[in-house]
């Protein structure tokens, strides 16, 4: 009888524990995949109708980024690839910061949603790739050759600008329609990767549930390299947008006087600058791919300091038509550091991590320069006066916010920047009046946005702990950004010591 129950007990342990590892499994898929991907995996997340191109459907079983001949399924190693990089151009995040085992176990998952990966006579071993040999002059226009004899150009162009005249008329198997990459842009966002090697493997194996044909029986491996040089030669040297590298940390700077909203202040000639990479939700060719970052912590004031490009400045909002250029930082203020890479999908949190936003806008900040040119007219002073004066004013209130306060103002606003909260999709809220507390200017030159944020540490202030998680989102009013569509970092690590 003992007996029984001991051994009943073991089984119930290891039944236990193996379905313990699944639920494991499942929670890490759950907490980053599905608002994309979907529970059922099927790529119907609630996140999904804002995003272009459409999650992969995993039901489908049919993948693009592979080192198998075209049909087949990819490689653990191909997805852990994909994984490790996310797919540049696209919504899909690099997912560099999850250990080795936990990326395993999450392909495991995505593995078993379709029975493609059980088919044994599907599976076919990967493609070989030599290391590839040198671009010469002579390789390049033989390339040109390859180019024309392969008819890339019906859809890539006859310049590789992806207006090929096959190209408007293209759909993938989900019936969406896809643009054949415009090589001009350099390689730095091709979906599959940016080297020899991934461009070679791309057109040998072809991009499945794409158009994108596989050409390996038509290719001598000559010819292949041939092409490649060929399409790097494309590519303006310097220019292109670069693609998003792994998930940096950010580091504060301490500084005992508190910074002000001078972005050219020499507190941000001390302080540490991270280039962050930001994905477009949305793909569309004029994303802000990336925003530089640099943080200040006085006694008194945490500051943001933010750059990015944006060759056109969109603060007016007038015709329907008319979109702003903006920029947020979100945080999760109430996560402990070793949670971090747990965070819910970037979106907006969920009911356990609600997440705090900073929204500055552009048509915020005209409207209130605008009801700053009325005091400046009134008292003869000049707008950089008022500019350095409300640098050094202690007041909570920055003069713009004063300004705008002041009864000849006629701005709506007291600050350009809007704290709001979420805990997750659709619940974004404005917060209180008493929340309001963060002030900002933004000044746009020669094609660049540099807004400073800064919020004062009272006892509530996130910016108090040593470390918390932070994201950037920006938006480019010429792109027809609005709400969701916008370009989003992963989620970081702001260190504060
Ligand atoms: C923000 C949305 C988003 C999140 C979150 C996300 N993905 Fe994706 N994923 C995408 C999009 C969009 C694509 C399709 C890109 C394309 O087709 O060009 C994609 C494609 C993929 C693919 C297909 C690659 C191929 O070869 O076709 C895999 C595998 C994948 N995602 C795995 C994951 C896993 C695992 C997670 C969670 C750890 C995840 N994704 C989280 C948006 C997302
Ligand atoms: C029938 C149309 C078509 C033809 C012909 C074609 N392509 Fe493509 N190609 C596409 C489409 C569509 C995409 C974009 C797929 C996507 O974004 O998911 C693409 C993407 C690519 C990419 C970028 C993949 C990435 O990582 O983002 C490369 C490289 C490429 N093609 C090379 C070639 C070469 C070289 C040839 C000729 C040997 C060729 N293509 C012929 C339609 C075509």
Not at 57 to 65: E, L, N, P, V
Not at 177 to 184: A, S, V
Not at 347 to 362: L, N, P, R
Not at 427 to 437: C, F, H, I, Y
Request: net charge positive.
């Amino acid at each position: 009888m003992q007996r029984i129950v001991l051994s009943t007990l073991v089984m119930v342990g290891i039944f236990f524990s193996s379905t313990a590892v699944s639920q494991e499994v499942e929670k890490l898929y759950q907490r980053h995949c599905t608002a994309c991907h979907g529970e059922k995996g099927d790529g119907n997340g609630p996140a999904a109708y804002l995003l272009s191109p459409k999650p992969r459907d995993f039901t489908s079983g049919i993948y693009k980024f592979r080192s198998t001949p075209s049909g087949s399924p990819p490689t653990d190693q191909d997805l852990l690839r994909t994984l490790k990089h996310g797919i540049n151009g696209t919504s899909m995040p690099a997912w560099d910061r999850l250990s080795e085992k936990e990326l395993t176990d999450v392909i495991k998952y995505v593995k078993s949603f379709s029975d493609i990966f059980e088919d044994k006579d599907a599976m076919e071993p990967p493609i070989k790739i030599v290391s590839p040999p040198q671009l010469t002059k002579k390789s390049v226009q033989a390339g040109k050759k390859v180019y024309k004899e392969m008819e890339c150009s019906k859809c890539h162009g006859p310049r590789g600008k992806g207006d090929g005249p096959s190209s408007a008329k293209l759909k993938d198997d989900w019936d969406r329609p896809i643009r054949p990459y415009d090589f001009t842009r350099g390689p730095s966002l091709m979906k599959g990767g940016a080297s020899s090697q991934d461009i070679y493997r791309t057109f040998m194996a072809g991009l499945d549930g794409t158009p994108m044909p596989s050409f390996i029986d038509e290719l001598t491996e000559k010819k292949s390299w041939q092409l490649v040089h060929y399409i790097q030669s494309l590519s303006p040297s310097g220019t292109g947008s670069a693609a998003p590298k792994g998930t940096p940390t950010l580091h504060a700077v301490k500084v005992s006087t508190d910074p002000s909203l001078d972005s050219n202040a020499p507190v941000w000639k001390r302080s540490p600058a991270t280039v962050v990479s930001l994905r477009p939700l949305w793909a569309r060719d004029n994303w802000v791919d990336s925003v530089k970052v640099q943080v200040a912590v006085g006694p008194k004031m945490a500051a943001f300091r933010l750059e990015w490009r944006d060759l056109r400045k969109d603060d007016e909002v007038i015709r329907p038509q008319d979109f702003r250029d903006g920029v947020a930082i979100q945080f999760i203020p109430k996560v402990k550091p070793s949670d971090y890479v747990g965070i819910p999908f970037i979106g907006m949190g969920d009911d356990k991590d609600a997440v705090t936003i900073w929204h500055w806008k552009a048509d915020w900040e005209a409207d209130i320069k605008e009801g700053f040119r009325d005091v400046v007219q009134k008292y003869g002073v000049t707008m950089n006066q008022m500019l350095k004066q409300a640098d050094r004013s202690s007041n909570k209130l920055n003069l713009a916010g004063r300004a705008a306060a002041n009864p000849l103002s006629s701005s709506k606003h007291k600050a350009p920047i809007e704290v709001l909260a979420a805990k997750g999709f659709g619940t974004l809220t404005s917060q209180p009046a008493a929340s309001q507390t963060v002030e900002g200017r933004g000044v746009w030159r020669n094609g660049v946005w540099v807004v400073v944020m800064r919020q004062p540490l009272d006892s509530g202030s996130a910016l108090r702990q040593k470390t918390l998680p932070v994201a950037i989102a920006a938006w480019n009013g010429a792109a027809g950004d609005r709400n969701g569509q916008k370009s989003v970092s992963q989620w970081m690590e702001l260190k504060i010591e």
